[in-house]
């Protein structure tokens, strides 16, 4: 992130949108009450609203100093924060019930590390689990607010056919004031007589591996 970035998303501005509008809105429906996984909390204001209505939460930020800030942070509440890669998850598979991802996703830096990210989340759901969260659409101000960073904005309306080709069903996509939010669902169980659909294929490159 460039300064002004960092800044903003630190800010009492940013908590309070998030605390009233964006994530009670992107959560809309969504059972919170299983294993948690949320991808990418950076300084973890998200993650200070999702500790009031989870059971519990595990967060994966891959820059090691926000997520050793936020792991101090929350030490003493019952939150695990891990350091890593969301396209390349240290998790084994089937781990978590709901997987979370805000204002994240325009920050992986190609649609093909994106799509690696959706594959993970996938893996990592119990069948019948959950991947929801909320990013942002492109606009003038969004490029200007990301200059000289990482910005690849995805599609709301290519995403149910990315998300679906690694096996989620069920997509639902909502766009509001500039923004889109989406939920989607590991089947609970595969066909009769089929293989593992969805499962990513593997692949060496992660975030760590691109400058």
Same mark, same amino acid.
């Given at each position: 992130m460039n300064r002004l970035h960092r800044w903003?998303?630190?800010s009492k501005r940013w908590r309070q949108r998030l605390d009233t509008e964006i994530l009670p809105w992107s959560l809309k429906g969504v059972d919170l009450s299983?294993?948690? #996984?949320?991808?990418?909390p950076g300084p973890g204001l998200t993650t200070d609203w999702l500790r009031h209505h989870c059971g519990h939460i595990t967060c994966l930020e891959l820059d090691p100093n926000l997520a050793r800030s936020l792991r101090q942070r929350v030490a003493n509440a019952g939150i695990t924060v891990e350091t890593g890669?969301? $396209?390349?998850?240290?998790f084994r598979?089937?781990?978590?019930?709901?997987v979370l991802s805000f204002t994240m996703l325009h920050h992986i830096p190609s649609s093909t590390l994106q799509d690696r990210l959706f594959?993970?989340?996938? @893996?990592?759901?119990?069948?019948?689990?959950?991947?929801?969260?909320?990013d942002s659409v492109w606009s003038m101000w969004m490029q200007m607010f990301h200059i000289a960073d990482t910005m690849v904005t995805i599609d709301?309306? #290519? #995403?149910?056919? @990315? #998300?679906?080709?690694?096996?989620?069903?069920?997509?639902?996509?909502? $766009?509001?004031?500039?923004?889109?939010?989406? $939920? $989607?669902? @590991?089947?609970?169980?595969l066909p009769s007589g089929s293989d593992s659909p969805g499962e990513a294929p593997k692949c060496a490159v992660g975030l760590a591996d691109v400058e």
């Open positions: 903003y998303c630190q299983g294993e948690v #996984l949320e991808l990418g890669d969301a $396209t390349a998850m240290p598979d089937r781990m978590f019930s709901v594959g993970e989340a996938y @893996r990592v759901l119990k069948p019948g689990g959950v991947f929801a969260g909320s709301p309306g #290519l #995403l149910p056919g @990315r #998300l679906e080709a690694v096996g989620f069903k069920d997509v639902v996509i909502e $766009t509001s004031g500039g923004r889109f939010r989406f $939920t $989607t669902r @590991r089947p609970a169980s």
